[in-house]
């Protein structure tokens, strides 16, 4: 018999149960079954689950594809024969087609910037020979100016009399958004997994 029960523990709601197993090496290990179960029996009904397990701590890391007409363990099994490597993943990303997009045009008054001189006058008190003199200095910088551009057209009355001017505004169009070029859909095969070679970690044995 594969499976040998060492000794049983009741618990409040089920039974533990320690056991002996022959399956590479002799392992013991624990596990909890109903209270009402007999422990050899269920151990013997559910070998395969067991010794699936018990592949399972031993592979951790361990991807396993569950083979069709196979149980978990011929599973397992096929794999830690197939060299227990997990197999490469990848994954197709799609970047989606986009549509050409015209230039978003927009227009706006024309503004000429300038740099002009202005002469700016600061006043301040000094002391001169005893006397407070309110003394001016002026000097001469230079700003830079917004000048909006504008047509001056002469301006008429309804009886045709010249009665001034009328300026109208002169307009450039410019950019809002710049056009877009259409873009082909486009897919690419990245590896999301490399494939590994999972270790296999030493069996311990359960103290009872």
Known sequence: ?????????????????????????????????????????????????????????????????????????????????????????????????????????????????????????TTEIVEVDGKYVEKTTTETVKKQVSTPQVVKHKLFDEAGEEIGEHEVPVMESFEVSPAVEAVEETSETVVVRAETVVEKVAWKDTAE
């Open 1 to 121: 018999m594969a499976i040998t029960i060492n000794s049983t523990r009741e618990n409040n709601t089920d039974q533990t149960v320690y056991f002996s197993i022959d399956f590479d090496g002799d392992k013991k290990w624990h596990g909890d079954i109903p209270k009402d179960a007999d422990p050899q029996e269920w151990f013997d009904a559910n070998e395969d689950t067991i010794k699936a397990q018990i592949l399972r701590k031993q592979y951790p890391e361990a991807d396993v594809p569950q083979l069709e007409d196979k149980t978990a363990l011929e599973s397992f099994e096929a794999w830690i024969a197939g060299g227990a490597k997990n197999a490469e993943i990848t994954e197709t990303r799609i970047t989606p087609a986009q549509p050409a997009v015209d230039a978003v045009m927009g227009e706006r008054q024309v503004v000429v910037e300038s740099e002009v001189e202005e002469e700016v006058s």
